[in-house]
Nanobody, 124 residues
Framework: QVQLVESGGGLVQTGGSLRLSCVGS????????MGWFRQAPGKEREFVAA????????YFADFVEGRFTISRDDAKNAVYLQMNRLKPEDTGVYYC?????????????????WGQGTQVTVSS
């Protein structure tokens, strides 16, 4: 099992940037595909991005449009989401996610491990 703790959320203006961090505890962090989901008020949780076990491949939702990058540092048991050119519609709670299986494109419905979430608010 792996426990996940996010940080780095906050309030930012349109066009600004934020870097989310997620630190995992437990064994074999490098054996997990890591990623991020988000949930806006009144909407379902949706996939944002993921990075595979070696960091050699990453996956993004269509709405990212090249604005976000995902990276991992297995020595620190950490995964990061750098978000640039933020828009008000990026507002939501961002959740760190982990599973031993990678997404199928930008579909990742079989995630088993979740963090508690961190709030991101983009003001217009």
């Amino acid at each position: 099992q792996v426990q996940l703790v996010e940080s780095g959320g906050g309030l930012v203006q349109t066009g600004g940037s934020l870097r989310l961090s997620c630190v995992g505890s437990g064994r074999s962090f490098s054996s997990y595909v890591m990623g991020w989901f988000r949930q806006a008020p009144g909407k379902e949780r949706e996939f944002v991005a993921a990075i595979n076990w070696s960091g050699g491949a990453s996956y993004f939702a269509d709405f990212v449009e090249g604005r976000f990058t995902i990276s991992r540092d297995d020595a620190k048991n950490a995964v990061y989401l750098q978000m640039n050119r933020l828009k008000p519609e990026d507002t939501g709670v961002y959740y760190c996610a982990a599973d031993t299986l990678r997404p199928n494109g930008n579909n990742w419905p079989w995630v088993n491990y979740w963090g508690q979430g961190t709030q991101v608010t983009v003001s217009s």
